[in-house]
């Protein structure tokens, strides 16, 4: 049986390689990302749903699977495409080899295909949709890309209940969208209880909580998707009480479609730990982790990216909001005081 893979991309672009993993079809957004390492919570981040995501560095595995490091409590990509996925890792923490963790949990890796070429092309066009098959596309295949969409990916990846986080007594509520775990574990070592609500939680439920400082957290998808109109209406209300917030990511940009900014698409997003962040008031430039395909319009960016100089963060005043994860998983720990700024703003 042939293991062929074929990544058939949106203009018409066919890249051959084979499956690592379990086989099958797969369609969804191709995305890259730059990090040379953290590949297991680029596999485990909400932000990755629905995604098909190609690492840049070729090199992908060595560690092994280390499911502590987890973000999530599954893995969230559609698919992945590594240049070279190690099946012999070596690591004290190491419970599996990247190839047979996939096959088991039914997902589809690809290897060998030229990501270099793959990675310019979406850096040269645009990101856009694929499709992985086992057999040359059909004109259903690039039929079935072209009508591809992702909708209700907050929704998928939420809690389904509230739960509860440490014994501190600075109450925060976190309104989740896709959490990270190390934004709960970051808030926890800081002496915090956090609340962790669904995503439809109604600011009713989360003031009843009287909480000193409320998390949007980060997550997947478009910021302007209908289905997340009532999120924005309910960071609305929740603004109004007063207590200050902190926005991860997609919460970065929910915060801001509350405020009255407008969201526009990146031509391919910032994915991987290693993207350079400025803050404007020092003009100190931190590394960050980052997940995410949108960008906020604004010109009083409190943090900027140095690269393309788009929007990294505002500040509102009680309130502020990033548009990458601070020192949580898969990055350095270069702006984890931004959790310290959190919680003396509270």
Do not use: W
Not at 207 to 217: A, E, H, T, V
Not at 314 to 327: A, H, K, L
């Amino acid at each position: 049986m042939s293991n062929k893979a074929y990544l058939t991309m949106e203009n018409g672009s066919i890249f051959e390689g084979e499956f690592f993993g379990a086989k099958g079809e797969a369609v969804g957004e191709v995305v890259f990302t730059t990090g040379m390492t953290g590949y297991i919570e680029t596999l485990t981040d909400s932000g990755s749903y629905g995604s098909i995501v190609v690492q840049t560095f070729p090199l992908i595995g060595n560690a092994g699977i280390i499911p502590e490091d987890f973000q999530s409590s599954s893995i969230k990509v559609k698919a992945y495409i590594a240049k070279y996925p190690s099946s012999d890792p070596s690591n004290f923490r190491n419970q599996g080899d990247l190839g047979t963790f996939f096959e088991k949990n039914g997902i589809i890796g690809v290897c060998g295909i030229d990501t270099r070429k793959l990675t310019k092309l979406i850096r040269d066009s645009g990101v856009m949709k694929g499709k992985i098959t086992a057999t040359p596309p059909t004109q259903a295949d690039r039929d079935e890309i072209k009508s591809h969409t992702l909708a209700g990916a907050v929704a998928a990846v939420s809690c389904d209940k509230i739960t509860r986080s440490g014994e501190g007594e600075r109450r925060i509520a976190l309104l989740d969208f896709g959490v990270k775990n190390g934004v709960i574990q970051a808030l926890v070592s800081r002496g915090c209880q956090v609340i962790r609500y669904p995503y439809n939680s109604p600011a009713s439920e989360i003031l009843k909580d009287s909480p000193n400082g409320i998390i949007l957290s980060n997550g997947p998808g478009d910021p302007a998707d209908p289905a997340n109109a009532p999120i924005i209406e309910t960071i609305k209300q929740l603004a109004a009480s007063k207590i200050p917030m902190f926005g991860l990511d997609l919460g970065h940009l929910f915060l801001a479609l509350a405020n009255g900014y407008k969201i526009q698409k990146m031509k391919f997003g910032h994915r991987g730990g290693n993207q350079p962040v400025k803050e404007v008031s020092t003009g100190r430039v931190y590394i960050s982790s980052q997940s995410h395909g949108y960008t906020v319009e604004a010109e009083d960016s409190s943090f900027v990216n140095v690269n393309d100089n788009s929007c990294e963060g505002i500040d509102y005043g009680r309130s502020f909001s990033m548009q990458f994860v601070p020192g949580v998983g898969g990055g350095p720990k270069d702006t984890a005081f931004l959790f310290d700024r959190f919680i003396e703003r509270m």
